[in-house]
């Protein structure tokens, strides 16, 4: 199976202060249809998981631009440029590339 | 408004069967390939399965394969995971979430359930 491994996972950050979480595939997520299929997810207190950002890159509807998601093949991050006391939460990456989908063990952001 | 809700979670015991159904509304189902990911208590998400749009094809976890199996309806706008022989270790909060996908390749789990919890305890 393919294991995906984030870091950091915790992340203290001033609000107001960019943050970054690092997610790293043991095979590459880029598919022949030329789209890398990684996606990351938040789950905040209490709710269910939601969308950020899919194949990589594309922020999903209803997201701030504050968030931004970049990389290919094996190496992929997340950037929230200025973090707001909402984006507390816990962060996930996710592979799906080929089955089985595998979800990175997770990275707790909190405010400082 | 696009919802999913599931149902039918609770307690049972080990080796014993429950089926869990999520209905879908405000969106075409028939359209989307449909997933189950669970959270164990306190932990992180784990993919469980998925099924295509027209339910032709499905994919299991390897830790649930053999005893659960995904369907769906739909004309109900329903997905279905009966699960059998449950194990203490698939005690979980149980998610169904809609997604897109291209052959055996998934993305985007745009749409959620509130989730329902599964507890496997003598």
């Known amino acids: 199976d393919t294991v995906t491994t984030q870091s950091p996972l915790s992340l203290p950050v001033t609000p107001g202060e960019p943050a970054s979480i690092s997610c790293t595939s043991s095979?590459?997520?880029?598919?022949?249809?030329?789209?890398?299929?990684l996606d990351w997810y938040v789950q905040k207190p209490g709710q269910s998981p939601q969308l950020l950002i899919y194949?990589?890159?594309n922020r999903a509807a209803g997201v701030p631009d504050r968030f931004s998601g970049s990389g290919s093949g094996t190496h992929f991050t997340l950037k929230i440029s200025r973090v707001e006391a909402e984006d507390v939460g816990v962060y996930y990456c996710?592979?799906?590339?080929?089955?089985?989908?595998?979800f990175g063990q997770g990275t707790r952001l909190e405010i400082k | 408004q696009v919802h999913l809700v599931e149902s039918g979670g609770g307690l049972v015991k080990p080796g014993g069967s429950l089926r869990l159904s999520c209905a879908a509304s405000?969106?075409?189902?028939?359209?989307?390939?449909m997933t189950w990911i669970r959270q164990p208590p306190g932990k992180g998400l784990e993919w469980v399965s998925y099924i295509a749009s027209g339910g032709n094809t499905v994919f299991y976890a390897d830790s649930v394969r053999g005893r659960f199996t995904i369907s769906r309806d739909n004309a109900d706008h329903s997905v279905y995971l009966q699960m059998n022989s449950l194990r203490a270790e698939d005690t979980a909060v149980y998610y169904c979430?809609?997604?897109?996908?291209?052959?055996?390749?998934?993305?985007?789990?745009?749409?959620w359930g509130q989730g329902t919890t599964v507890t496997v305890s003598s």
């Open positions: 194949l990589g890159s």
């Open positions: 979430a809609r997604a897109y996908g291209a052959g055996d390749s998934l993305y985007g789990m745009d749409v």
């Open positions: 996710m592979q799906a590339v080929q089955t089985p989908a595998t």
């Open positions: 095979r590459s997520l880029l598919n022949s249809n030329g789209y890398n299929y």
């Open positions: 405000g969106f075409t189902f028939s359209a989307y390939y």
